[in-house]
């Protein structure tokens, strides 16, 4: 079985192939023929996961999933959120959001966060919406160089160090998207059976 993940983003693309390994073919958007920016117009993550996986299902008639993943901070009452990927603007640019956190949470002493992660199916032409998150905690600095985002300062609860210290595969032991992703190959599966 073989589904088109609606992202641009390759790291996104890399994490999620090697959550699923062999269990379904993921197709990129250049391989469906794809190459324009995906809607995300929305201010939830729910509603851009689901106009993204919408946009590719109507446009190029593939079964396709889509995910948005926000960082949400408790005291900052869940932002950057929905807006993570622009938190410092449009540059998107991640030392800028990181920087921007980290100014916003200088004198704060509670830096509880949740990474969530909402994944939209689009299958046999109907939507499902499956959720995964990770609880942790904000860092006083950027620590590590592996991942992508906001790793360098997110310490996941029971850990004492950023995603980006650990490996690939450490991370996608506890990561949110492998959360989310797991109920979507459940519901495949499930499904494949019938």
């Not at 990129?28 to 729910?46: A, V």
């Not at 590719?56 to 950057?80: I, R, S, Y």
Request: hydrophobic share 35%; aromatic share 10%.
């Amino acid at each position: 079985m073989s589904l088109c993940f609606a992202t641009n983003n390759a790291h996104k693309l890399s994490e999620v192939r090697q959550i699923l390994g062999n269990s379904f073919e993921v197709l990129s958007l250049q391989e469906i023929g794809c190459r324009e920016e995906l809607p995300e117009n929305q201010d939830t993550l729910e509603g851009n996961s689901a106009e993204k996986a919408l946009y590719v299902f109507e446009h190029f008639k593939v079964d396709c999933f889509a995910d948005d993943t926000g960082l949400e901070v408790k005291t900052l009452d869940g932002a950057p959120g929905v807006y993570s990927a622009r938190y410092a603007g449009p540059q998107r640019s991640a030392q800028d959001n990181m920087h921007l956190l980290l100014q916003n949470l200088s004198d704060v002493p509670d830096r509880t966060a949740r990474f969530r992660t909402v994944v939209t199916l689009i299958w046999q032409g109907e939507k499902f919406v499956f959720e995964g998150s990770v609880a942790g905690s904000i860092a006083l600095q950027p620590t590590g160089s592996q991942g992508f985002g906001y790793d360098p300062v997110f310490v996941p609860d029971g850990y004492s160090k950023s995603f980006a210290e650990m490996s690939v595969q450490e991370k996608n032991t506890l990561s949110h998207r492998k959360r989310a992703i797991e109920k979507l190959v459940d519901f495949l599966q499930n499904q494949h059976r019938l």
